[in-house]
């Protein structure tokens, strides 16, 4: 449980070599593989577990077994991945990026340690967040806003699903990038949020497209932009923020869920589990099934996670510190 991200990845390329990748094939799954998933069923989190897990497992001719184990916003998911582990190579999570880049500056001490303990293995998908108003706030875009809002400090209230959400670190980071002063009233759901934007209770809201979509077809709100650095699939009409209004060209504030290992893995099983999930996602009918629940298919390599784990702990890490001086 303490072998550094840098040293499986050196020892990952050697066995690559000295093996090739029939290594992690040969004989490996020798049993189901335990996915273990920081969320409810039926949630998004384990909604999006299932889709990439059920053709894994035809794929790998084991098992997969979903292991929900929720609390602490995903937290308590991994704490049981790394309690479970065994050596065996058949132990594994899926995640959103909280427990990995938020939840260790804010709570403390979330009883592991990200880079010692464990292994990324891939992206999964990505979720951005728009913001939203309503139709009858008088404001018709993404500039009126930022003009709206910098009239005088908290002169725009907006609202999240809780203080240290995607949604609340989101408006915040906007704020600092837009240079003006939001003032935040915490909620406890997305449906709060939506009944106070359109009851005239609050300004704004970031959320996830899926939540807004239905008040927008009804008329009853608008979507002024969304944090992805590309227009997003479920909501193709919605303008990127970045480089918007004064906001900067790389400004991009993506929620993403992604599957991870135990340090101390197998290299050679990492890197057959990324191939089987890349090409899983590839698949279109998988592609509409994530999109169909707000997530857009992101594919990539084990390293490729670990470096967005380490921009996106610098760059909340940069927000919490910000709003725990106030």
């Known amino acids: 449980m303490t072998i550094q991200i840098t040293r499986r990845a050196a020892l990952g390329c050697a066995l690559a070599l000295a093996a090739g990748p029939a290594f992690a094939q040969d004989g490996w799954p020798s049993g189901p ?13 384990d909604t999006l577990a299932r889709i990439v897990t059920e053709p894994l ?3 790998l001719g084991q098992p997969v077994v979903i292991e929900n184990r929720p609390g602490a916003g995903g937290v308590i998911g991994v704490q049981q991945m790394l309690a479970n582990a065994d050596g065996d190579d058949l132990t594994f999570g899926t995640t959103i990026n909280g427990p990995l880049t938020t939840a260790p500056r804010m709570m403390g001490d979330t009883g592991y340690d990200v880079e010692a303990d464990i292994a990324p293995v891939t992206l999964i998908a990505t979720s951005p967040l728009v913001l939203a108003v309503s139709t009858s706030s008088g404001i018709e875009d993404l500039e009126g806003f930022v003009e709206a809002a910098g009239a ?3 002169a725009i209230a907006y609202g999240s699903v809780g203080q240290g959400s995607g949604a609340h670190l989101t408006a915040e980071l906007f704020a600092e990038d837009a240079g003006v002063e939001m003032l935040h009233i915490p909620f406890t759901s997305y449906a709060e949020v939506t009944t106070s934007i359109m009851g005239g209770e609050i300004d704004a809201g970031f959320m996830a497209p899926s939540a807004a979509l ?3 077809e009804g008329g009853g709100m608008r979507m002024l932009g969304i944090t992805s650095s590309e227009p997003f ?8 923020i970045a480089g918007k209004a004064g906001l900067p060209d790389d400004f991009r504030a993506e929620l993403w869920n992604g599957f991870i290992a135990p340090a101390g893995t197998d290299p050679a099983v990492i ?3 990324t ?9 279109e009918g998988v592609q509409d099934q994530l999109l169909a629940i707000g997530w857009q298919a992101a594919p990539g390599t084990a390293d490729e996670m670990a470096q967005r784990i380490s921009a996106d702990t610098e760059m909340w890490g940069t927000v919490i510190d910000r709003i725990e001086a106030e």
């Not at 479920?234 to 303008?239: I, K, L, M, Y």
């Open 33 to 45: 593989l335990h996915i273990y998933v920081g969320f409810p069923a039926g949630s998004s989190p």
């Open 57 to 59: 497992a035809e794929r």
């Open 152 to 154: 005088e400090p908290d």
């Open 214 to 216: 239905p008040h927008v």
């Open 233 to 240: 699939a479920q909501a193709p009409d919605v303008p990127v």
């Open 271 to 273: 890197e057959r589990l």
């Open 275 to 283: 191939t089987e999930i890349d090409e899983i996602l590839q698949d």
